[in-house]
């Protein structure tokens, strides 16, 4: 598959900027840590890209924020009911119905 180069804004493919976006979610310090790491692999593999680490949560709706937040109640107040939930995650395809993150990233 080529790229028509007037999609490219008349640039060669070669000329561009090679960018590259890691999208993060604050859920613990290990996230954080290894989308840093990973930008900082590319970086040095790279020199010529630019990479940036942004919080996939900045950019989803208000309510869908207060949602992926709720997790810390239970993890605070009744962490046996958060290792439940965490297991039933972990045995899961999923860690919550598709429809919700389709609504919440707009």
Known sequence: MSIAPE???GM?????????LILTVPHGASHDRA?????????E???DLTVRVENALDR????????YD????????WPGLWEWVEGLQHR?????????YRQGGK
């Open 7 to 9: 999609s490219l804004g």
């Open 12 to 20: 060669k493919p070669e000329m561009r900027e090679r960018r590259i």
């Open 35 to 43: 989308a840093g790491a990973l930008k900082k692999a590319l970086a």
């Open 45 to 47: 593999a790279q020199p």
């Open 60 to 67: 989803c709706a208000r309510w869908f924020r207060f949602y």
């Open 70 to 77: 709720s997790y810390k109640i239970p993890l605070k107040y």
């Open 92 to 100: 899961s395809n999923s860690t919550g119905p598709a429809w919700l």
